[in-house]
């Protein structure tokens, strides 16, 4: 079992740059597959990126390709989802979620057993 904890979200304007964190506990990180997820308003949850458990394989949605980077550092239980060239669409709730094993064709919410709380992404215009 593995506990998700996201940071790094906020304000941020149109072409700005986030750098969000998900930080996982457990002792067999690098043995779980990672996504990130986001959900605005209204809209269903929606897959940005995946990454495999030893950081070698990664997928990205079509729009945030170019703009996105997945990364992990398993000696520090924690992935990172850098943003660049953020648009006011990106905006919305992003949630990093867990699945054992997996690999990166692991792109649909219902593939995923645990969920961080989600940190809030807002970027105006």
């Known amino acids: 079992q593995v506990q998700l904890v996201e940071s790094g979200g906020g304000l941020v304007q149109a072409g700005g740059s986030l750098k969000l964190s998900c930080a996982a506990s457990?002792?067999?990180?690098?043995?779980?597959?990672i996504s990130w997820f986001r959900q605005a308003p209204g809209k269903e949850r929606e897959f940005v990126a995946v990454?495999?458990?030893?950081?070698?394989?990664?997928s990205y949605e079509d729009s945030v390709k170019g703009r996105f980077t997945i990364s992990r550092d398993n000696a520090k239980n924690t992935v990172y989802l850098q943003m660049n060239s953020l648009k006011p669409e990106d905006t919305a709730v992003y949630y990093c979620?867990?699945?054992?094993?997996?690999?990166?064709?692991?792109?649909?919410?219902?593939?995923?057993?645990?969920w961080g709380q989600g940190t809030q992404v807002t970027v105006s215009s």
């Open positions: 979620a867990a699945r054992f094993y997996g690999s990166a064709s692991n792109i649909k919410p219902g593939e995923y057993a645990y």
């Open positions: 457990g002792r067999t990180f690098y043995r779980y597959t």
């Open positions: 990454i495999n458990g030893s950081g070698g394989s990664t």
